[in-house]
Nanobody, 116 residues
Framework: QGQLVESGGGLVQAGGSLGLSCAASGITFSIYEMGWYRQVPGKQRELVAS???????DYADSVKGRFTISRDNGKSTVYLQMNSLKPEDTAVYYCNAKWGPLANYWGQGTQVTVSS
């Protein structure tokens, strides 16, 4: 059974930076598409960034140019570097691992709060 554990959330002022990490276990990490999602109360969870097994990346328009997703297959870890943070980036950030329709795992979430 796969498990994802996020770390690195916290409180930061607008314009600052934070880095999130997600360590995976129990899965063959290298074959999974990895993603970061976020959710605020009362809204649907939204995709922030994804990285394929071939390292192709995709970003929500709202974070392009500010966030960078990367992966280290040797450490079974995916990262999200967030720069130029805005108050509207405040959310719970979730790590996701997906392998087609057969497997889909979520982390427990980590809170990111950006103060104005």
């Amino acid at each position: 059974q796969g498990q994802l554990v996020e770390s690195g959330g916290g409180l930061v002022q607008a314009g600052g930076s934070l880095g999130l990490s997600c360590a995976a276990s129990g899965i063959t990490f290298s074959i999974y598409e990895m993603g970061w999602y976020r959710q605020v109360p009362g809204k649907q969870r939204e995709l922030v960034a994804s990285i394929s097994r071939g390292r192709t990346t995709d970003y929500a328009d709202s974070v392009k140019g500010r966030f960078t997703i990367s992966r280290d297959n040797g450490k079974s870890t995916v990262y999200l570097q967030m720069n130029s943070l805005k108050p509207e980036d405040t959310a719970v950030y979730y790590c996701n691992a997906k392998w087609g329709p057969l497997a889909n795992y979520w982390g427990q979430g980590t809170q990111v709060t950006v103060s104005s």
